[in-house]
C-alpha cells in the first residue's frame, strides 16, 4: 500500500545526488514489510558506470542485504520512472508494486535525456559446434 514518506524518501535522495553532483536526479527505496531495506541514488556521475542508476542499485543492495534474488514481497518507490534496463532488474528480481513520482516524459521535459534507443546492432551468429552450446550441460 502506498506510503508518502518513501516517497518523499525516494525524491530526497534525487535531490541529493544532484546537490552532490554524483548523477542525475533519481532516488530509489526499496520496502518490505513497510521497512526500508535499500535506498540508493543515482552514482553515474561519480563512477562513470552508466548502470548505477537509483533503481538498479537498490535492488543489488536489497538483494545482497536480505541475501536472496526474490524481492517478490517488497515495492519499490522511485523519483522517476524506472529506464528499461532497471524495469529488467525489477522484473527479474520479482518486485510486484513500482510507485513513481515523475514520468519518463515529466523527466525529458525537465532536461534529462530520453531513453535512448537501440543504437547496436544485434548479430545473431548460431554456433555450429553443439558442444560449446551455453545452455547445455
Not at 548505477?52 to 542499485?57: F, I, S
Request: a negative charge.
Amino acid at each position: 500500500m502506498y506510503n508518502e514518506a518513501f516517497m518523499t524518501r525516494a525524491v530526497q535522495l534525487a535531490q541529493k545526488v544532484k546537490k552532490e553532483g554524483k548523477g542525475d536526479p533519481f532516488g530509489c527505496v526499496i520496502i518490505r514489510n513497510d521497512e526500508v531495506v535499500a535506498e540508493e541514488g543515482n552514482k553515474g556521475f561519480e563512477t562513470f558506470d552508466p548502470t548505477t542508476h537509483a533503481e538498479l542499485e537498490a535492488v543489488r543492495t536489497a538483494t545482497r542485504l536480505l541475501k536472496t534474488p526474490d524481492l517478490s514481497d517488497c515495492e519499490l518507490y522511485t523519483s522517476g520512472e524506472p529506464c528499461p534496463m532497471c524495469e529488467a532488474a525489477i522484473n527479474w528480481s520479482g518486485i510486484p508494486v513500482v510507485y513513481t513520482a515523475k514520468t519518463a516524459k515529466e523527466a525529458e521535459n525537465a532536461g534529462l535525456l530520453p531513453v535512448p534507443e537501440t543504437t547496436y546492432e544485434l548479430r545473431y551468429k548460431p554456433l555450429l559446434d553443439k558442444e560449446l552450446d551455453p545452455y547445455l550441460e
